[in-house]
Nanobody
């Protein structure tokens, strides 16, 4: 298990961009899958994007073409670049690592509003 700390959230206008970072306390080199989830008020937590160690990525349909996940194993950090943000992207965003047991960050709030 690793400790995960998210950062980069905040308030942004519709159409704007944010980049979230997830810093791990240890090496992520051997962690096969890392992901970003989000949870909006009154809704279940949902997968936004994941990236595997080989670099392959997968996205929720709602964010395809707007969000990009990446990982920097040398910096033990995973990123989520979010562009063309919409009000429906407002949520707490969580970083996840497929360790045993699984690892979750504390979350970072993203609010998209004019």
């Amino acid at each position: 298990q690793v400790q995960l700390v998210e950062s980069g959230g905040g308030l942004v206008q519709p159409g704007g961009s944010l980049r979230l970072s997830c810093a791990a306390s240890g090496s992520i080199f051997s962690i096969y899958l890392m992901a970003w989830y989000r949870q909006a008020p009154g809704k279940q937590r949902e997968l936004v994007a994941h990236i595997i160690s080989g670099g392959s990525t997968n996205y929720a349909d709602s964010v395809k073409g707007r969000f990009a996940i990446s990982r920097d194993n040398a910096k033990n950090t995973v990123y989520l670049q979010m562009n063309s943000l919409k009000s429906e992207d407002t949520a707490v965003y969580y970083c996840y690592a497929a360790t045993s047991p699984s690892s979750w960050g504390q979350g970072t709030q993203v609010t998209v509003s004019s």
